[in-house]
């Protein structure tokens, strides 16, 4: 059964850039057509979708997030990960890593845990 | 992009009763390659991740039990909870793709 864990520093500085990995476990990354996404979602608030990216490399962003962001899967080590520059105070949100269900590309069925990241000096 | 708006904000319903939670999308999500709507529905309890209920508007995903129910097309779309459990309290998204992904501001349920 495949699972999705969230890591990275739970604290970043103002202006700096936020980065995290999404370790995927019970199956090799590269196994199937999926495209691997970050969503991130402010305490009490809704969910934004940030980015993704498929195991043929190709990417595709949230236009909002001005290409602040950028997402990398890396097979060797069944991981993917999200760099987010500049962050700000807004940028205060859990963040999640998630898996589209099969027969689809954008909607998700399997999600990591979420991991909280605050920007703050 | 799409925006999705979510109404009502919040709705307490009686246990037993039913709950219906509507998405208008500010522009079509119809694909005419497939005749489909790419429109979905989460349920997100406090401290978990979100849960796929239901996709391409009206398919119920895998476990999710058959008293919720989605349906419209276009750019108007309902989820229905039939029968509320108190389970089922929870704060429920849409979600398209057409285009970017987003999703609506969600709308928060629960018991009267």
Redesign the interface.
């Known amino acids: 059964q495949v699972q999705l864990q969230e890591s990275g520093p739970g604290l970043v500085k103002p202006s700096q850039t936020l980065s995290l990995t999404c370790t995927v476990s019970g199956g090799p990354i590269s196994s199937g057509n999926y495209y691997w ?1 970050w969503v991130r979602q402010p305490a009490g608030k ?4 940030i980015g993704r990216m498929s195991n043929s490399g190709s990417t ?1 962003y ?3 997030l001005k290409s602040r962001a950028t997402v990398s899967v890396d097979t060797s080590k069944n991981q993917f990960s999200l760099k987010l520059t500049s962050v700000t105070a807004a940028d205060t949100a859990v963040y ?1 890593c ?1 898996r589209p ?1 099969e027969g ?6 399997l ?4 991991t909280l990241v605050t920007v703050s000096s | 992009d799409i925006v999705l708006t979510q109404s009502p904000d919040s709705l307490a319903v009686s246990l037993g009763e039913r709950a219906t939670i509507n998405c208008k999308s500010s522009q079509s999500v119809f694909y005419s390659s497939n005749n489909k709507n790419s429109l979905a529905w989460y349920q997100q309890k406090p401290g978990q991740p979100p849960k796929l209920l239901i996709y391409w508007a009206s398919t119920r995903e895998s476990g999710v039990p058959d008293r919720f129910s989605g349906s419209g097309s276009g750019t108007d779309f309902t989820l229905t909870i039939n029968s509320l459990q108190a389970e089922d309290v929870a704060i429920y998204f849409c979600q398209q793709h057409y285009g970017a992904l987003t999703f609506g501001g969600g709308t928060k349920v629960e018991i009267k």
């Open positions: 996404s809704g969910l934004e979708w595709q949230n236009p909002s999640y998630a269900r689809t590309d954008w909607c998700f069925d999600w990591g845990r979420g």
